[in-house]
């Protein structure tokens, strides 16, 4: 999780009763709610593997990974956070590649993918240990969690420490 414990507790104390409820929700947020992937959109089998991204829409819900919106070779939907989900995996695979080499985030050509608009105003973006959570914020203090490729990117290299150090996300 990006936003830490801490300040959404402070949170849940904004006059702004919107920021409240979104702090509440956040904080008390546990991601178990997961329609189980089909097995090729978890890892792809061959090497070296072109980048495979998966966007998915929530549509403000806490049912994992959501509706397919948009998958590799698509054109733009139209729809910024997809866009920028989708952009910002592709950015980030390619710095992988380039500066380390790597084949995806796993080296084993590992798909990317996001799911957007998890829950309803929900503060944060994560790791899950198998994709990409991107909350749409709050809309006083956080914004779509998709605006910023450093928050993308730093989520995603939990998945690198994952796949190299072999730790589980929960």
Avoid at 35 to 63: F, G, M, N, W
Wanted: proline share 5%; with cysteine; hydrophobic share 35%.
């Amino acid at each position: 999780m990006i936003v830490p414990p801490d300040l959404l507790r402070a949170l849940e104390n904004d006059p702004n009763a919107r920021v409240r409820r979104a702090a509440e929700r956040t904080h008390r947020t546990e991601l178990v709610e997961r329609q189980p992937l089909h097995i090729a959109e978890r890892s792809a089998t061959h090497r070296p593997h072109p980048i495979h991204r998966l966007v998915y829409d929530c549509h403000s819900r806490k049912s994992l990974p959501g509706r397919l919106v948009r998958r590799e070779d698509d054109p733009d939907t139209g729809d910024a956070d997809v866009d920028r989900a989708y952009r910002a995996a592709g950015i980030t695979h390619d710095f992988f590649a380039t500066v380390f080499g790597r084949d995806s985030i796993d080296d084993r050509g590992m798909h990317l993918i996001a799911s957007v608009r998890y829950d309803d105003a929900w503060d944060n973006a994560c790791w899950d240990g198998a994709q990409m959570i991107y909350g749409s914020g709050d809309g006083t203090f956080f914004a779509s969690f998709t605006t910023c490729i450093d928050v993308m990117a730093h989520e995603l290299v939990h998945g690198v420490t994952q796949a190299d150090c072999g730790l589980e996300y929960v």
